[in-house]
């Protein structure tokens, strides 16, 4: 059995990309095409960025999250991006750079509106960096939580191109009328209302109340939405991004562990068996909150008609 195994050639096979719908390398003054390995280029462009920022991020030297949580978080993207253009042909950046960059934007109002929760609920506070006094201070803020959507879609259609997701496309489906999509949107408007006057209680509704607002909006306006797949029994892109969302949550509070400039939680009754400064209960969270941003992104590439760019493909669908 050992005399048919080819050494070099499963080696060679963890390294070579074989995949002809990946694009060949080319460089200047060279007729014959690089070998594709490992990643492509904007993946390991990723790994690098997180090379030099992760230890610096760390490093006690006044630096911190402040200001390498931006550049920490583009390599992670582009690697994942890499990653999945790899193992799929396509990715978020080859498919719509637009889409990708009005994640970027869509990102920075949309943590900023958790901001303006957490001012009211105190759920988390920031230790080492100061807080923001001026124009530049904002924008250096809002840089930093522009890369909340791209990350989670990025790692949900990561998680959507693997096998498993194909189960959860045939499921109970959840048949709700029109009436009953318009009442869950006026649900989701009075639960964020009742989290902002009892925000000691209802707190945890910061991480759904806008699922419950905007998806039904895209629901009824044609536009993507969970709502729309579960009522088929798809429940595909419900477990990719609540999964993608937790993931995410893995890696920010990993990062923010050791990090000079950080946030620490309050959460109280349920600040307990804490995995990093995360309590275990409070990684919950993320699963309703991956499916929150794709309701509100969906909604921002709706106002400009660009629903059908921002579409994320998961394993199972027709095309595979």
Request: proline residues 5%; aromatic residues 14%.
């Amino acid at each position: 059995m050992l005399n048919n195994l080819d050494v070099k050639a499963s080696l060679e096979s963890l390294v070579l990309i074989r995949d002809d719908r990946l694009p060949v390398r080319r460089i200047p003054l060279r007729k014959k095409p690089l070998q594709r390995y490992v990643l492509p280029y904007r993946g390991l462009l990723g790994l690098l960025l997180i090379c030099i920022a992760w230890p610096l991020s760390w490093a006690q030297t006044g630096v911190g999250l402040q200001y390498t949580f931006f550049p920490l978080w583009l390599g992670f993207i582009l690697a994942i991006d890499g990653l999945v253009l790899r193992r799929t042909g396509t990715s978020l950046i080859v498919r719509s750079p637009k889409i990708m960059a009005l994640m970027f934007i869509v990102a920075m109002p949309y943590w900023w509106a958790f901001e303006a929760i957490n001012s009211i609920t105190h759920n988390w506070v920031y230790i080492g960096s100061e807080e923001n006094t001026n124009l530049l201070d904002y924008l250096e803020s809002s840089l930093a939580f522009s890369v909340v959507i791209p990350a989670v879609f990025e790692v949900s259609e990561l998680i959507g191109s693997m096998g498993f997701i194909k189960r959860f496309a045939r499921l109970p489906a959840i048949v709700l009328e029109r009436r009953q999509v318009m009442l869950m949107a006026v649900l989701g408007v009075l639960s964020l209302a009742a989290l902002l006057l009892w925000p000691s209680y209802l707190f945890p509704l910061t991480w759904i109340s806008l699922f419950f607002i905007f998806d039904p909006i895209n629901c009824l306006m044609g536009r993507p939405s969970i709502i729309a797949q579960v009522r088929n029994g798809d429940w595909r892109l419900v477990t990719a991004f609540a999964l993608g969302a937790l993931v995410c949550g893995f890696f920010w509070e990993m990062w923010n562990n050791q990090a000079t400039a950080s946030w620490e939680y309050n959460v109280g009754i349920f600040d307990f068996a804490r995995i990093f400064q995360m309590p275990l209960l409070g990684y919950g969270g993320y699963l309703p909150f991956g499916l929150e941003t794709y309701a509100v992104f969906h909604f921002a590439a709706g106002l400009l008609g660009w629903s059908s760019d921002a579409r994320v493909p998961v394993s199972g669908d027709a095309h595979d």
